[in-house]
């Protein structure tokens, strides 16, 4: 057999070869030392023959860190790809349901890598891959193999979980309430943050969700719940045939109840699924979104994936006599009522010489909210935000009575900076627009100024409808 092989031609030696594990074509490159087998062993058009198989990839350039590398031999590009796996508990040279589209093996190897690097609490509630489709709602020969790799991959967060096994599901609570991969937010007594559900608990879920609202069922009968926030504050829907990302909208009727798209249509069965992914990776690789608490006055115990932007084109920054000013928005897709969450965020920058005082206290704010299409935008006035007068400082933010008189943060003392808030707001009639205005410093604090007031602008930030929600 080994004298056929060596007097083969290549294109037969590659068909034998590529039956193979690629170890083992690598054991028979170095026990051939020369000849065919060795130059067959190290053939681009071999290690082609992997990478489709294994990963369905025919472009060497792609890398699973999302990066492009510069032409190099393929059997280096497999290796990469072959490293990811393992990383990700897979090994599809060897088992044939571990092979799975390169996409969704990219983007969990990088999803992955990055949380395990900025939130390793949340990195250590995902869960090993799901093998089957016993809990698919819809025949599994129609599922998108994109869809089938989400689970196959990566099956849910532990976080998820079904009491005994009777589709009563334990309430989400506590610190791990905000360790969703999918991040979240928050404003007043509206918190979200979306839990990636275990297949096994996703149909049950579905199946509750579908004896309430029938009518749903009926207009999207390929959909299955996928993420969760705590008390069911936010649903995210998946179409299982063509991979849309829908969330759940009520606005308290029943029949008014409905799906809303949160990624754009269009391209092959799973597509949208997977651009809506990489999408939020690449915003948390970017530092767009970062990893901090998602109710400010909880500090460390509400840490989480954090969906205002903290930097790009939603989010805007200023700085008036050394008072940095920075705000971002999000769409509640839940709550299209209530409209955009908020947060704006407070901090001292340079030295007590440059900025003329040591502390400074907040006052009143002035909010300039303007709507496309409007010529006159909205003012808004008041005292303190959201009931809060916070005192800057050098190390963050001071919290006593006089900054905090009702009590919302759970300790008195020094806070890190900055300091954060967080509210909503809402437009009449259009979708878009942008919130800004300044608010008033006391230098010093309120009862002892140690100077005149001044004004710090917000710069404007949008309120907007980008073409992917979370």
């Known amino acids: 057999m080994a004298a056929f092989l060596m007097n083969s031609e290549d294109d037969l030696s590659i068909a034998l070869l590529s039956f193979?594990?690629?170890?083992?074509?690598?054991?028979?490159?170095?026990?051939?030392?020369?000849?065919?087998?060795?130059?067959?062993?190290?053939?681009d058009r071999l290690w082609k023959c992997f990478l489709e198989r294994d990963f369905g990839l025919s472009d060497a350039a792609r890398r699973p860190t999302g990066e492009a590398k510069e032409?190099?031999?393929?059997?280096?590009?497999?290796?990469?790809?072959?490293?990811?796996?393992?990383?990700?508990d897979l090994d599809p040279a060897q088992n044939v349901e571990h092979r799975h589209p390169w996409r969704t093996v990219a983007l969990w190897y990088r999803l992955k890598r990055w949380a395990r690097q900025n939130a390793p609490n949340i990195a250590a509630t995902l869960q090993p891959p799901a093998w089957g489709t016993a809990y698919l709602l819809v025949p599994a020969e129609k599922v998108a193999p994109l869809v089938k790799g989400f689970w196959g991959i990566v099956n849910g967060q532990s976080t998820v979980q079904d009491a005994e096994g009777g589709g009563h599901f334990l309430p989400i609570e506590g610190t791990v309430?905000?360790?969703?991969?999918?991040?979240?937010?928050?404003?007043?007594?509206?918190?979200?943050?979306?839990?990636?559900?275990?297949?096994?608990n996703a149909s049950s879920i579905t199946s509750i969700f579908w004896v309430q609202y029938p009518e749903i069922r009926n207009n999207?009968?390929?959909?299955?719940?996928?993420?969760?926030?705590?008390?069911?504050?936010?649903?995210?829907?998946l179409d299982l045939v063509d991979g849309m990302?829908?969330?759940?909208?009520?606005?308290?009727?029943?029949?008014?109840?409905?799906?809303?798209?949160?990624?754009?249509?269009?391209?092959?069965?799973?597509?949208?699924?997977?651009?809506?992914?990489?999408?939020?990776?690449?915003?948390?690789?970017?530092?767009?979104?970062?990893?901090?608490?998602?109710r400010p006055e909880m500090g460390p115990r509400s840490l989480g994936i954090n969906l205002f932007p903290q930097r790009g084109p939603l989010y805007k920054e200023a700085t008036t006599r050394g008072v940095h000013v920075s705000g971002s928005a999000v769409f509640m897709l839940e709550r299209p009522r209530q409209g955009w969450t908020y947060s704006i965020r407070f901090k001292l920058v340079g030295t007590e010489e440059e900025r003329g005082f040591k502390t400074c206290q907040l006052k009143k704010r002035h909010w300039i909210i303007a709507?496309?299409?409007?010529?006159?935008?909205?003012?808004?006035?008041?005292?303190?935000?959201?009931?809060?007068?916070?005192?800057?400082n050098d190390e963050g933010w001071l919290a006593n009575r006089a900054s905090d008189p009702?009590?919302?943060?759970?300790?008195?003392?020094?806070?890190?900076?900055?300091?954060?808030?967080?509210?909503?707001?809402?437009?009449?009639?259009?979708?878009?627009?942008?919130?800004?205005?300044?608010?008033?410093?006391?230098?010093?604090?309120?009862?002892?100024?140690?100077g005149p007031p001044f004004n710090v602008r917000v710069e404007p930030f949008p309120f907007s409808m980008p073409d992917f929600l979370y």
Request: hydrophobic fraction near 40%.
């Open 71 to 88: 032409p190099e031999p393929l059997r280096q590009a497999y290796g990469d790809w072959h490293v990811a796996a393992r990383e990700l």
């Open 371 to 392: 709507e496309e299409g409007n010529v006159a935008p909205e003012h808004v006035e008041g005292d303190g935000v959201i009931g809060l007068f916070p005192i800057l």
């Open 245 to 294: 990302v829908y969330c759940f909208q009520s606005s308290g009727r029943q029949e008014m109840a409905t799906l809303k798209a949160c990624a754009p249509a269009g391209g092959e069965p799973g597509m949208p699924l997977i651009r809506w992914a990489e999408e939020l990776v690449h915003r948390l690789e970017s530092g767009i979104y970062e990893v901090s608490p998602l």
């Open 20 to 43: 193979l594990l690629p170890q083992d074509a690598l054991r028979a490159r170095a026990a051939s030392r020369r000849g065919m087998l060795f130059e067959v062993g190290s053939s």
């Open 177 to 200: 309430s905000y360790l969703g991969i999918f991040g979240g937010y928050s404003a007043y007594d509206h918190e979200v943050s979306m839990h990636f559900v275990p297949l096994e």
């Open 406 to 450: 009702h009590l919302q943060y759970e300790a008195h003392g020094q806070w890190p900076a900055p300091f954060i808030y967080q509210s909503s707001a809402r437009f009449r009639s259009s979708a878009c627009g942008t919130f800004g205005g300044y608010v008033e410093f006391i230098p010093g604090t309120i009862q002892k100024p140690t």
């Open 220 to 237: 999207y009968p390929h959909c299955m719940v996928f993420a969760i926030a705590p008390a069911f504050a936010k649903v995210l829907f």
